[in-house]
């Protein structure tokens, strides 16, 4: 039943997508021209193509993301302050950030304020990949991963079955659970994955969160922050 109805609900979308409805008057226009209807031919051609054309000049994609951007407050400079700071641990290569990112989150005195959560790639300290959607569930709000490039799977799956013999099949899941797309800045592209939100949603904020550059201002404060700590350790 439920491969049923995803199937009809991919055939419903190919014939009730914007772009496929305007075609489909353009062609039933063309056709009842052609057998003699003229006048309703006319009107049905006349509006498909003031569509088409409307589509093609008009930023109607802005003006309809534009409600869904606003979702998420405006960054054009720099807080005046940092809330709140919170640092955790995770196992190299091992199977707890997921865990250890969640229990950082909720037990911050700020976790009411938290409206989302940004991170940078989906792995961290090696192989210790984050689960998205059981991290969003955790934490009860949407969790946006974001990279400047596109992963090089290949070999991320070459050192998965040379290193993780055992367990490559889970860890690789994982990793592509939520697939990547790209999120376009004024000054290029990043690619982003997302749970608990739509790839829109994820797109606004990720965007939102960005001041300058190619790198959304909270990971770029993070990794100043994770740069600092190193570097006092090693002092």
């Given amino acids: ?3 049923t109805i995803f199937a009809a609900s991919k055939i419903l979308w190919v014939v009730a997508s914007p772009g496929n409805l305007v075609l489909l008057a353009l062609l039933f226009g ?10 309703h031919g006319f009107f049905m051609v006349l509006g498909a193509s003031l569509a088409l054309l409307a589509t093609a000049t008009l930023p109607i994609a802005h003006w309809l993301a534009a409600p869904l951007e606003n979702r998420f407050p405006t960054v054009t400079t720099l807080p005046e302050r940092v809330d709140g700071i919170a640092v955790t ?3 190299v290569d091992g199977d707890d950030a997921t865990r250890r990112i969640a229990g950082a ?3 911050s005195p700020h976790w009411d304020g938290v409206r989302a959560v940004l991170l940078d790639g989906v792995t961290v300290g090696g192989f210790n990949v984050v689960d998205l959607a059981a991290l969003a569930r955790s934490v009860e709000r949407p969790v946006v991963a974001v990279t400047p490039r596109t992963p090089d799977f290949a070999a991320i799956d070459a050192a998965l079955s040379t290193y993780f013999p055992e367990d490559r099949g889970r860890r690789r899941r994982r990793l592509r ?3 990547l797309f790209p999120v376009r800045l004024p000054t290029g592209t990043v690619r982003a994955a997302v749970a ?10 990720v965007r939102r969160a960005t001041v300058e550059g190619l790198w959304p201002e909270p990971l770029r404060l993070a990794q100043l922050l994770l740069l600092y700590h190193v570097l006092r350790d090693i002092a």
């Avoid at 063309?30 to 006048?39: E, N, Q």
């Fill in 30 to 39: 063309v056709a009842r021209l052609a057998f003699g209807k003229r006048r």
């Fill in 196 to 205: 608990g939100a739509t790839r829109a949603e994820a797109s606004a904020l």
């Fill in 177 to 179: 659970s939520r697939p």
């Fill in 1 to 3: 039943m439920t491969n």
């Fill in 89 to 91: 641990d995770v196992a």
């Fill in 105 to 107: 989150i909720r037990a």
